[in-house]
């Protein structure tokens, strides 16, 4: 198994796609009801395989992912061959939480200036040490979660001023 097998709640979000991964498996429904009381190991085994499939093709499309805590907020790029991370940190203790999405609404409108968080940016890139998916695989389990484009290059933007 390359990533690790979907949870029971994981794959009841693909369970249209997992009875299509069965059917072209040749495996109908009443066989797939005897392989799991009769044949363990062979339902786990088709369980792990689906759920790497599954987890390739999401991870390559996947290009950005975030990771933020009350005081620190880290994005990152994961191009072809290296991750490029830009990030905060916020030294202001009075300053509300990163965490809250109201913070990043009242800096869009104005009403928060980004001088009072009193940021401290830094950014840092490196190559993979595993394959590109492996390593954004590695990040989410961490915490990490995808974010967009458009948010990347917002915080990117920050840096300039």
Wanted: charged share 35%; proline share 2%.
């Amino acid at each position: 198994m390359k990533y690790r097998a979907f949870t029971k709640e994981e794959l009841e979000t693909f369970k249209e796609d997992f009875i299509k991964f069965l059917s072209a498996n040749t495996i109908t429904g009443e066989d797939w009801k005897k392989i799991k009381v009769e044949k363990p190991n062979e339902a786990e085994e088709l369980l792990n395989m689906f759920s790497d499939i599954v987890w390739e093709k999401s991870l390559s499309k996947i290009k950005y992912l975030e990771h933020s805590s009350q005081k620190d907020l880290k994005v990152f790029r994961y191009g072809e061959d290296k991750v490029e991370m830009v990030a905060f940190k916020v030294r202001s203790e009075q300053a509300p939480s990163l965490l809250e999405e109201s913070t990043f609404a009242e800096l869009a409108d104005g009403s928060l200036q980004l001088s009072d968080l009193a940021p401290e940016f830094y950014t840092s890139e490196k190559t993979y040490s595993d394959t590109r998916e492996m390593e954004l695989f590695k990040m989410m389990e961490e915490g990490c979660r995808p974010t967009s484009e458009q948010f990347y290059y917002g915080i990117k933007s920050l840096l300039k001023k």
